[in-house]
C-alpha cells in the first residue's frame, strides 16, 4: 500500500533554533499534503495544506512566519518550525491525499523544545 | 463546516468484552469516514473507511462500524477485545472537496482490564 514517510521520529532542540519536519510520498506523487499538530491527550488540529508549486494555506490562527512549509517537489513537503519555544513542543503529523478518496499519514514527530 | 463528536473520551472494558465507541459527525453530503487508531508516542493507523454502498464497514482487527445516516452515526465495534486494543482511537470526516482534508473527533482513549 501506500506509505508515507516522517522523519525525524524525535527531535529535542534548544529554545530558539529551528526544526525541520520532512514529509515524503514514497510509492505515489501528492500535489497537496496537510499538517496536523497535536498536543498532548488531545485530537489531531490541521494546521496547514502544502501545496506543491505554491503557497502553503494556513490554517486560522497558525502562524504562517513560525511555521514554514515548502512543497518542494510532488513527493516531498517540509515543515520548519522556526525560532522555536517550549510552547511548540507537539506531536506534529503529515499526511497525503491518496487517489480521491483517502489520506495516508507519516509516523508522526514528536518535538520537544527546551 | 464538518466536525466529528467522540461522546466518550474515556472507555475502560474488561478483555473479552464487547466494545462500542461513539462517533457522530456533521457534514453537508455524503461523508466519508474513516476510524483510527494511535498507540502512544505513535503515528496513525487506518481501522477502516467507508465511503459508499454498504453501510457495514469490515476492517482490521476484528473492527467494523455501521453507517447510518438518519443518526449522523458511524460508531466503531468489536465483538471481544483483548489487551492489545488499548489505544486511543479517533474518528473522522474526509473532505473530498479539499484533497481528503480530515476533521478529527477528539479521540476516545481506551483502557483494557485484564
Known amino acids: 500500500g501506500a506509505v508515507v514517510s516522517q522523519h525525524p521520529s524525535r527531535v529535542i532542540c534548544k529554545s530558539g533554533t529551528s526544526v525541520k519536519i520532512e514529509c515524503r510520498s514514497l510509492d505515489f506523487q501528492a500535489t497537496t499534503m496537510f499538517w496536523y499538530r497535536q498536543f498532548p491527550k488531545q485530537s489531531l488540529m490541521l494546521m496547514a495544506t502544502?501545496?506543491?508549486?505554491?503557497?502553503?494555506?494556513?490554517e486560522q490562527g497558525v502562524e504562517k512566519d513560525k511555521f514554514l512549509i515548502n512543497h518542494a517537489s510532488l513527493t516531498l513537503s517540509t515543515l520548519t518550525v522556526t525560532s522555536a519555544h517550549p510552547e511548540d513542543s507537539s506531536f506534529y503529523i503529515c499526511?497525503?491525499?491518496?487517489?480521491?478518496?483517502?489520506?495516508?499519514f507519516g509516523q508522526g514527530t514528536r518535538l520537544t523544545v527546551v | 463546516a464538518q466536525s466529528v463528536t467522540q461522546p466518550d473520551i474515556h472507555i475502560t472494558v474488561s478483555e473479552g468484552a464487547s466494545l462500542e465507541l461513539r462517533c457522530n459527525y456533521s457534514?453537508?453530503?455524503?461523508?466519508?469516514l474513516f476510524w483510527y487508531v494511535q498507540s502512544p508516542g505513535q503515528g496513525l493507523q487506518l481501522l477502516l473507511k467507508y465511503f459508499s454502498g454498504d453501510t457495514l464497514v469490515q476492517g482490521i482487527k476484528g473492527f467494523e462500524a455501521e453507517f447510518k445516516r438518519s443518526q449522523s452515526s458511524f460508531n466503531l465495534r468489536k465483538p471481544s477485545v483483548h489487551w492489545s486494543d488499548a489505544a486511543e482511537y479517533f474518528c473522522a470526516v474526509g473532505d473530498n472537496n479539499a484533497g481528503n482534508m480530515l476533521t478529527f473527533g477528539g479521540g476516545t482513549r481506551l483502557m483494557v482490564k485484564p
Open positions: 502544502s501545496n506543491e508549486g505554491s503557497k502553503a494555506t494556513y
Open positions: 457534514y453537508g453530503a455524503t461523508p466519508y
Open positions: 499526511s497525503a491525499p491518496y487517489r480521491s478518496t483517502e489520506a495516508f
